[in-house]
């Protein structure tokens, strides 16, 4: 096993999902001077099936792994070691357990927020909800804008778990809005989740389910509100699903309506809807990107290959690019044939192969290619080729074992089995692209 320490804008952390991890400002400049460093472990990797978590905290540059080595043969009082990802701890030994505020009832001690909690939930907001955290001056901004919205006459509603040392470990705001009213919402008022956030050391504790429940329960039956809309992690979509709302975390919605006085009477049954605009159901579907490219060979069926001027990561090319909106698959072939080479592709459309590419830090979409079949070159429509200067600046046919020397592995990946494609003529899958 072998790591390198790097700093790192993005990452995962327990029960946030893949966030902005937030340094101090003197830690980030000590980690972007540094150099990296690897250490091999002296201890065999884990078994793939194998679970567990590391939560290091610290303000500087330390031997992770040698602590780790260190701690994995114990001791831990009430724990009974098993192997480096896997413990084993009883409760009811000399350790005390961290907890946090609780009532008598052993239950988060939720309380509706004031105008005076407007400075904590705005610094909740910025630590733990904006990808970027507030400036000092924009946190006094958005401080006095919150603070009277939070009184009776205003629209906003926040209920907060206080921490013991005086600050928020949790809270959750709504701001209410008039809408024409309609079946599903009769009364005309509307709630969207601000926030909800709690602090990561108060986590996995249910407050964020009390701090979201007690701020839904008000605003259905003190306010009138019966639509509700949030935006949410796919990691939190479940939490929310279990409250009612429904719907792409993009756009979570949920109708709720006043329960009556208890008459005796059977309740009827009350509309539901999850329709949303087609714009607005447009805006909340995941993101993806779809490509179309060509593979053309020489006569000899060595793969023609360009070379791109703005790609580092993926040096050679296929002929293609992006779809543009509307623009079937092969009108885009021939559009992008036509730019980047000045040839024209010749139909009739022969699908190779269908390349799919999970979303990554630097392109936050997944992508789809459907990959042509351009047929075979001959020199002179090779030589003849002209290049796009702003898009490639070169182009080259060689073999298969040549082109493995001068691609990144996943790119050889996908240009093989194109190429077995073609061969046995039978269209490939690849669900891999861009996993390195």
């Known amino acids: ?44 990797s884990p078994e793939d099936s194998e679970r567990g978590l590391w939560d290091v905290t610290t303000s500087g540059p330390r031997d992770i792994w040698a602590e780790i080595q260190d701690v994995a043969g114990g001791p831990w009082p009430g724990c009974a070691p098993r192997t480096l990802t896997d413990r084993r701890c009883d409760v009811n030994t000399e350790t005390t357990p961290t907890t946090g505020p609780s009532d008598a009832a052993g239950r988060p001690p939720v309380r509706a927020a004031t105008s005076a909690d407007a400075g904590a939930i705005t610094r909740m907001r910025s630590a733990y909800v904006l990808p970027a955290p507030f400036t000092d001056d ?39 809005s008039p809408v024409l009213p309609a079946p599903a919402y009769p009364r005309g008022r509307a709630a969207r989740v601000q926030i909800a956030a709690t602090r990561p050391e108060f986590r996995r504790r249910g407050y964020a389910r009390a701090v979201v429940t007690a701020l839904l329960d008000h605003l259905a039956d003190a306010e009138d509100v019966t639509l ?174 040549e082109w493995e020397a001068l691609m990144p592995a996943r790119d050889f990946v996908r240009l093989r089995a194109v190429e077995e494609a073609r061969r046995t003529g039978v269209a490939a899958y690849v669900d891999t692209w861009g996993n390195a």
């Open 138 to 176: 924009w946190l006094r901004l958005s401080t006095d804008m919150l603070a009277p919205r939070l009184t009776p006459q205003g629209d906003a509603r926040a209920f907060v778990i206080d921490a013991p040392d005086g600050t928020l470990a949790a809270c959750a705001l709504g701001l209410i």
């Open 228 to 401: 509700f809309e949030l935006h949410t992690s796919p990691e939190a979509a479940p939490l929310y699903r279990e409250l009612g709302f429904n719907g792409n975390p993009a756009l979570m919605r949920m109708t709720r309506h006043r329960q009556p006085a208890d008459t005796g009477a059977v309740p009827r049954a009350q509309p539901v809807t999850t329709w949303v605009p087609p714009q607005v159901y447009a805006d909340s579907l995941p993101r993806a990107a779809a490509y179309v490219c060509l593979y053309v060979t020489d006569g000899n069926d060595r793969p023609l290959q360009l070379h791109s001027v703005y790609s580092p990561g993926h040096p050679w090319h296929m002929i293609g690019g992006a779809m543009d909106l509307g623009e079937r698959p092969w009108d885009a072939v021939v559009r992008e044939c036509r730019e980047e080479t000045g040839m024209s592709a010749v139909g009739p459309p022969r699908l190779l192969a269908t390349v799919f590419g999970v979303p990554r830090a630097q392109r936050p979409y997944s992508t789809l290619q459907l990959i042509f079949d351009g047929g075979r070159l001959t020199a002179e429509q090779i030589r003849g080729i002209t290049p796009n200067p702003r898009e490639h600046d070169e182009v080259r046919v060689l073999s298969l074992a």
């Open 1 to 44: 096993m072998e790591a390198e320490l790097r700093a790192v804008e993005f990452g995962h952390r327990a029960g946030a999902g893949f966030v902005r991890l937030f340094l101090s400002a003197a830690f980030r400049a000590e980690i972007a001077t540094a150099d990296r460093w690897t250490q091999r472990s002296r201890l065999a």
